[in-house]
Nanobody, 121 residues
Framework: QVQLVESGGGLVQAGGSLRLSCAPSGRFFSISAMAWCRQAPGKQREVVAIISNGGSTNYADSVKGRFTISRDNAKNTVYLQMNSLKPEDTAVYYC???????????????WGQGTQVTVSS
């Protein structure tokens, strides 16, 4: 089964920036929406940003104007540029693809293993 591999997390001071990347370990037949979600300790996982295969984007209110999601369809990669980071952005960030592995398969959700983002005050 294809897996998603994330990179780019780390420790940053408030006001700083990080860029997350997520790419599959193998090939998908097709990918529709890509998304970034996050889960802070003791909280439910929440959607941070979504990008459609046509490039339309949506963001959680808490990150609008600070985060930018983008995708490179040639590389099957999704990015999350995070600027003006705040301590409340601290969480494990997960990427999610809605994708097909083969032409005859259904559309399934795939998750990365998560990457830790810690913002210090």
């Amino acid at each position: 089964q294809v897996q998603l591999v994330e990179s780019g997390g780390g420790l940053v001071q408030a006001g700083g920036s990080l860029r997350l990347s997520c790419a599959p370990s193998g090939r998908f037949f097709s990918i529709s929406a890509m998304a970034w979600c996050r889960q802070a300790p003791g909280k439910q996982r929440e959607v941070v940003a979504i990008i459609s295969n046509g490039g339309s984007t949506n963001y959680a209110d808490s990150v609008k104007g600070r985060f930018t999601i983008s995708r490179d369809n040639a590389k099957n990669t999704v990015y999350l540029q995070m600027n003006s980071l705040k301590p409340e952005d601290t969480a494990v960030y997960y990427c999610n693809f809605n994708a097909k592995e083969r032409s005859g398969s259904g559309l399934f959700g795939y998750w990365g293993q998560g990457t830790q983002v810690t913002v210090s005050s």
